[in-house]
């Protein structure tokens, strides 16, 4: 991010200066944010089809990039001031506290953990946890049936976990890099299920339609949330704002039915969730 040199900004720090106060945002009376910058970098994953996905042209779609860059307009910055960089479901917390991203849009679910390092915007989409297995596979018909089997999560998520300490069912967890890895491993006979969000599966699964089945069995909220700087109480009351107005605008449902309405219109969903408050703990 580039901080922004506007003229009230300008205008203090001369009084600052004419004063002999120090520049600092106390000057200013509000807190560094990321509002107060001219470029913003949103990081988004590269691997995950209808939600962010690699093009092949240097380009990066789907509907959490759609998402971003829609919240980036409403926070002021101008499409070509914005970039879409990619994260995996393991670095997200590090390169948001580097610095290196200042907002993430990732299937990046709130949790009390995440939460200690993170300031979560939304959610801007509640998805729920389901499970894909092989084709042929007809006897997983729910997560309970999951005992004992494989279940591959894409590293730093926490899917697999849901399963194993959440549901008590015994699972034998594997992890790959990713949730592509993860779809690799299935379709190779390396494991005998996926599990994690809906929307991802779905994703996956318009892709291969013939090679997967979708189990059907959704468990857990999964809340997304719009990642940002731990504290930047006034970057997530922003966010906030873009959420509702992309829910009463029409946006949200006009995104979701163009990425997921033709592979399942139940995950397109018209009102906007219950907001989890941008307080840092
Ligand atoms: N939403 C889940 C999580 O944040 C799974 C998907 C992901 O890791 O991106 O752990």
Not at 20 to 45: F, I, Q, R, W, Y
Not at 117 to 127: I, K, L, R, S
Not at 181 to 191: F, Y
Not at 261 to 267: R, V
């Amino acid at each position: 991010m580039r901080f922004r040199h506007g003229r009230a900004a300008a205008a203090a720090l001369a009084a600052a200066a004419v004063i002999g106060l120090p520049a600092c945002s106390a000057v200013l009376g509000e807190e560094e944010s990321l509002l107060d910058a001219d470029t913003l970098t949103v990081g988004v994953k590269t691997d995950q089809p209808n939600l962010g996905l690699e093009d092949g042209s240097g380009g990066i779609t789907g509907f959490d990039v759609d998402v971003a860059f829609y919240i980036a307009d409403r926070l002021g910055f101008a499409a070509e001031d914005v970039e879409v960089t990619g994260v995996t479901s393991a670095d997200r917390e590090e390169k948001l506290i580097s610095g290196e991203v200042d907002m993430v849009v990732a299937t990046y679910s709130i949790t009390p953990a995440r939460k200690t390092q993170v300031t979560f915007g939304g959610p801007y989409y509640v998805a729920k946890q389901d499970v894909l297995v092989r084709a042929e596979d007809t006897d997983v018909r729910g997560v309970r049936d999951l005992e004992d089997r494989s279940v591959c999560q894409g590293e730093g998520s926490y899917s697999a976990v849901r399963i194993s300490e959440g549901l008590g069912i015994g699972i034998e967890q594997r992890e790959a890099p990713s949730y592509s890895a993860c779809i690799d491993a299935l379709r190779a006979g390396e494991v005998d299920a996926v599990s994690t969000d809906n929307l991802i599966l779905a994703g996956f699964l318009a892709e291969e339609p013939d090679a997967f089945r979708f189990v059907n069995n959704p468990f857990t909220d999964e809340k997304y949330g719009v990642g940002l700087p731990h504290g930047d109480v006034r970057a997530c009351e922003a966010v906030n704002r873009a959420i509702s107005q992309m829910y009463q605008d029409g946006t949200a449902e006009e995104l979701l039915e163009h990425w997921f309405g033709g592979i399942n219109p139940q995950l397109v969903v018209t009102s906007v969730p219950q907001f989890e408050g941008c307080d840092p703990t």
